[in-house]
């Protein structure tokens, strides 16, 4: 090795196991530092001993050749437990799967698809407030309606606090009006038919109790889902704001995506300046332009976040 | 077979840059027989390094150099040039028998390795020396044997790769991967404790001399 700078003692050392010749300087150099360092003494003495065995031996050859073949077997045979443990894990996995639809049936969760059939009920209309009847196929109702966690995140942030009051539960609104009578052959599109004939008729009473009987009985159906725009809407119209605001607020929670979602931000909003919540209805309207910034509520958003800010 | 043309040329660190070196690129990940033409090629310096860790005569020096052997099979896919293949491959072998040392530190009972050590002392060491002088050699490098099993790796790793392979601070830091500082500080402070050590076991240093 060619040094730019004198090597030191621990080099000197180096190279002399490997029977390198020192020069004259350097081994007068190294003689001096070990007769004064006992630690590079001791160092200088155990290389001098290691480098005096491991010399091969007669059946090296023989010896390494077995080991490396074994070697080489054990590396590729890792390699190929590796990929079936892999392999092994995938096909478990779809046994499990495969299981729990023979066992369960399949599940019918909240899906995307199914958001966009409730975005094929009508929305209501920001000036008329009557859902034009649809009729849609009836689904099995689940058990419970299942939440994304990010819908709960959208649905606190966005959740309704009455001014003064305490809120009502989203999961449980207090019943405003009695249900309707039941009926064993009224499905959700039915219901829904209802209510908007009850809308047209003025009836705004009797519309709300039917879409109230609507959300109680099919809580998971998409009619359930986009009728929770058209029922705090009415409620908006009929003056009971902190439940038309939980009405809002629980369809932003169970579809924050829908084909409504602007709807329901907008009744939110409006729900808020009515009742004089500034920032939360700011808030709201901000939100509407950043998500929607071509719905027809954004100039109203707009004139309204100008109002706000003077 | 850009591989093998680096794996020849052994004995000094890569200097990269230099005109006409070949350096294996980045991505160049060598193939199974290039592997295989690796591990045979640098087998002689794994086995010597464990041979020199556990002892010549000790039982396990086979399955240790087959260990040693998959695990630089394993780990010459991520070589990078940055020191010789041959150190590479030495280092390896060291960790691997280093490792074995402490995973087995319990076997060796005092007798057997006493015995083992006059065996190695009587056959293996240089032929000039006494059999004095060659049983004296054989328990100081016990001594330094034991030392490994008690220092940090680290420190065991610089102190071994010095001692036992004659590696100098420039290589050590190419091979850790590491700055020569650091080799340094290690090897400091394993020196340090090797002295003690071998003062614990009544070694007389006044048998350096010049000649070595």
């Known amino acids: 090795m060619a040094f730019t700078t ?65 070697a080489l077997r054990r590396e590729r045979t890792g390699r190929r437990w590796l990929v079936a443990a892999a392999a092994s894990l995938v096909l478990v996995c779809a046994g499990a799967a495969v299981a729990r639809i023979l066992y369960h049936g399949p599940v019918a969760p909240r899906s995307r698809t199914q958001l966009g059939r409730a975005a094929a009920v009508p929305p209501s209309s920001p000036t008329s407030a009557s859902p034009p009847p649809k009729p849609l196929v009836r689904e099995p109702p689940p058990a419970q309606p299942k939440r994304h966690p990010q819908t709960q995140t959208a649905a606190k942030a966005i959740a309704f606090v009455p001014l003064g009051t305490k809120a009502a539960p989203t999961d449980e609104l207090p019943r405003s009006h009695p249900a309707e009578p039941a009926s064993a052959a009224v499905s959700p599109a039915s219901l829904l038919r209802q209510a908007a004939q009850a809308r047209a008729a003025g009836d705004l009473i009797r519309a709300i109790a039917i879409l109230e009987r609507l959300e109680r009985e099919y809580p998971s159906s998409a009619e359930a889902t986009a009728a929770w725009v058209s029922l705090g809407r009415l409620r908006l119209t009929s003056g009971a704001l902190p439940l038309a605001g939980a009405a809002f607020a629980r369809y932003l929670s169970i579809a924050p995506d829908g084909a409504l979602a602007e709807d329901a931000l907008e009744g939110a909003a409006e729900t808020r300046q009515r009742l004089g919540a500034g920032a939360e209805e700011r808030a709201l309207r901000a939100e509407l332009l950043r998500r929607f910034p071509s719905s027809p509520y954004a100039a109203r958003s707009r004139e309204r976040l100008r109002e706000l800010a003077r | 077979m850009r591989w093998i043309r680096w794996a020849r040329r052994t004995g000094q660190p890569p200097r990269p840059g230099k005109p006409g070196e ?172 090797l002295r003690e050590a071998f003062a614990a076991n009544g070694h007389n240093l006044t048998t350096w001399t010049e000649e070595g």
């Open chain 2, 22 to 193: 070949v350096e294996p690129a980045a991505r160049d990940v060598p193939s199974r027989a290039v592997v295989e033409a690796l591990v045979r090629e640098t087998a002689p310096a794994m086995l010597r390094v464990v041979r020199r860790v556990l002892g010549p005569s000790h039982p396990d020096v086979d399955d240790v150099f087959q260990e040693a052997a998959a695990a630089f099979a394993r780990a010459v896919v991520r070589f990078r040039g940055e020191s010789s293949i041959v150190h590479f491959a030495c280092r390896v072998a060291l960790l691997t028998a280093l490792a074995a040392r402490r995973r087995n530190r319990s076997i060796p009972a005092a007798s057997s390795r006493d015995r083992v050590a006059l065996e190695d002392a009587a056959g293996l060491t240089d032929a000039q020396a006494s059999p004095y002088e060659a049983l004296l050699a054989e328990r100081r490098r016990e001594v330094l044997r034991r030392l490994l099993d008690e220092l940090p790796s680290a420190q065991a790793e610089a102190l071994a790769l010095h001692c036992m392979e004659g590696l100098m601070l420039e290589e050590i830091a190419a091979a850790s991967g590491c700055s020569i500082n650091t080799v340094k500080s290690r090897l400091r402070l394993a020196k340090r404790a």
């Open chain 1, 6 to 70: 004198s090597p030191c003692p621990d080099d000197l050392n180096a190279l002399v196991s490997r029977g390198t010749q020192l020069s004259d300087l350097q081994r007068q150099r190294l003689a001096t530092h070990l007769r004064s360092c006992a630690e590079c003494a001791v160092t200088a003495l155990a290389i001098g001993d290691f480098h005096a065995i491991g010399r091969p031996e007669p059946d090296d050859a023989q010896r390494m050749a077995r080991a490396i073949r074994a």
